[in-house]
């Protein structure tokens, strides 16, 4: 298939230009129905979290995520927006290593693209927040700073975060290190 080569150079895989396929256009032409503009729109969301694409289509591809997300009126501008922001990631972070769960999968393919997560804190205090597909230890890390008022970028290495199992155990942590994704 298409993605598994997605962000290599054709001419590295031994393509010849004809043979190269491209995706197709991320706007709906005249005759597509929405839920097939809507279903691919859901397809690009998930391979932009676990893969990058090439330096050289890459400021097409964020030219054309910006261009929808800022056209007024434009259909998908909000998942337009989630898909420039998980290929921001996996630039950045090297996108997702686990492949999601198929409950996840699911949820994704029907456009929830967001849970609310316990996290405890000392003391007791639980405190929900809205986990992103791509959403690393730092950003929790750095929500939650701001909430106690700490804004400079220094502070958030002092801090870190344990997923804790069913069983009470502390399996990890994340954190002033790599980064971790949290779905």
Not at 25 to 51: H, V
Not at 88 to 114: C, I, N, W
Not at 156 to 161: A, G, K, M, Q, T
Request: proline share 8%.
């Amino acid at each position: 298939p298409q993605w598994r080569v997605w962000g290599e150079n054709p001419r590295d895989l031994g393509l010849s230009r004809s043979e190269t396929s491209f995706p197709p256009p991320l706007t709906p032409p005249r005759g597509l129905d929405r839920d097939s503009c809507q279903k691919g729109w859901r397809l690009l969301y998930i391979l932009t979290a676990y893969y990058k694409c090439s330096e050289v289509l890459k400021p097409y591809l964020l030219w054309h995520l910006q261009e929808t997300c800022r056209s007024p009126g434009a259909q998908f501008q909000g998942i337009a927006k989630a898909c420039e922001q998980n290929l921001r990631k996996t630039f950045q972070f090297g996108g997702r290593r686990e492949f999601p769960s198929s409950m996840e999968l699911k949820a994704m393919v029907a456009g929830r693209s967001a849970k609310r997560q316990l996290f405890l804190l000392p003391g007791g205090i639980e405190r929900h927040l809205k986990i992103k597909t791509c959403s690393v230890a730092l950003d929790v890390i750095e929500e939650m700073c701001y909430e106690m008022g700490l804004h400079r970028p220094e502070v958030f290495d002092e801090y870190v975060i344990f997923a804790v199992t069913n069983g009470g155990e502390a399996w990890g942590q994340a954190g002033g290190g790599p980064p971790h994704f949290l779905l």
